[in-house]
């Protein structure tokens, strides 16, 4: 059976070796599930929490909205 996910943020990152190092620098509080090697699900309520953390912690997170 197919399932529809609503209201959630996706994060995806260049590969699984960058993924951890954010995931332990305190990203993983703000995951749902992980979906594959360098892409996780957040609550789409979290994604300002989310992007802050990247920014504070030198990234520039890029948004796809639609």
Excluded: C
């Excluded at 197919?2 to 995931?23: M, W, Y």
């Excluded at 990203?27 to 504070?56: C, N, P, Q, S, T």
């Amino acid at each position: 059976m197919p399932t529809l996910l609503s209201n959630v943020a996706i994060v995806q990152s260049s590969d699984t070796g960058h993924l951890e190092r954010l995931l332990s620098a305190g990203l993983g509080r703000f995951v749902v599930a992980r979906l594959g090697d360098h892409v996780v699900m957040i609550d789409h309520e979290r994604a300002a929490a989310v992007r802050k953390l990247l920014e504070r912690l030198g990234e520039t997170p890029g948004l796809v909205t639609g």
